[in-house]
């Protein structure tokens, strides 16, 4: 029963994240205006911000559970961590490419050091990166879940400084589009970023729950092989 | 003789680029899935016939 209820959702998710695609390329293509300043190329910021804000979510849902193993010391929590992680750095290392992408054909650079969200992102992205590391150098136990955990929650930390840089740099070269006065954006073009960040969040929630059964299915496996050795 | 001057990539090229690299992306994860499932499948048959083995 529950099982079934498990597949049922993640088919359910599949779906779900297949339509607001659908929709998503639709509005991106066919209904959002061009962009007056940017022109045709404005049109990855459709993907790449949704892409960005999702990685921080990953980031934040792996510190969560992270802060689980620690606090209520939920030795399960510590496989969700890890798949939340690293789906963040699956979602950040695209955030970068499609940025780098938008920065060509906007800036005519592929990448400027002198942008501190840039640069906060790529921190970040190879913090996380050294998550791996770390967490395949110990073996697996009680020890392993903790130090992963304290190292999913010191990268937490960079998430509202990377958020934050460019408001507080006032950097010219990456634009605000979200300030304290609201989006600055038409509503066709709000409306689209929203459907594309739905389609983000969707496809990160389906992903996340076959990658955890795929490795909660390989842990069984492996104990039943011990059990029958 | 000298190579004729290439243009740069159009606007559209670049979104086009982007799009790609996402789908690109999603494509090789679902392989990659896949090919765990075809994995675990193996094992899965692999400790049936141990356990009918073992009576």
């Not at chain 1, 967490?135 to 930390?157: I, T």
């Not at chain 2, 679902?30 to 048959?45: D, E, F, N, S, T």
């Not at chain 2, 141990?50 to 009576?55: K, S």
Request: glycine share 6%.
């Amino acid at each position: 029963m529950g099982r079934t209820l498990a597949q049922n959702r993640v088919a359910a998710l599949g779906a779900l994240t297949l339509a607001l695609f659908a929709a998503s390329i639709a509005l991106v293509f066919f209904y959002a205006p061009t962009d007056a300043s940017q022109g045709f190329s404005q049109r990855i910021f459709y993907f790449h911000v949704p892409i960005a804000l999702t990685s921080y979510a990953c980031f934040g849902w792996g510190a969560w559970k992270a802060l689980r193993v620690l606090w209520k010391r939920e030795l399960s929590a510590d496989v969700e961590s890890y798949v939340g992680v690293h789906l963040g750095v699956v979602f950040g290392a695209l955030t970068l490419i499609t940025g780098s992408i938008w920065a060509r054909a906007s800036w005519g650079h592929w990448w400027v050091w002198g942008d501190d969200q840039l640069v906060l992102f790529l921190v970040l992205f190879l913090f996380y990166c050294a998550y791996f590391m770390l967490r395949y150098s110990v073996d697996p136990g009680r020890q392993r879940a903790n130090m992963s955990a304290v190292y999913a929650l010191f990268g937490v930390v960079l998430i509202p400084v990377s958020f934050l840089a460019i408001r507080l740099s006032h950097s010219l070269v990456h634009p605000t589009v979200f300030t304290s006065h609201g989006p600055q954006m038409t509503a066709a073009m709000f409306l689209t970023f929203c459907v594309s960040w739905a389609a983000m969040m969707s496809l990160f929630a389906t992903l996340y729950h076959v990658e955890l059964t795929g490795k909660r299915l390989d842990a069984s496996l492996r104990e039943l092989r011990e059990l029958l050795a | 003789m000298t190579p004729p001057p290439q243009s740069p990539p159009s606007e559209w090229q670049y979104v086009a680029a982007a799009y790609l690299v996402v789908f690109v992306a999603m494509l090789a994860w679902v392989a990659i899935i896949g090919a765990k499932l075809q994995r675990l499948q193996r094992q899965v048959a692999e400790l049936v016939e141990r356990a009918r083995a073992r009576g």
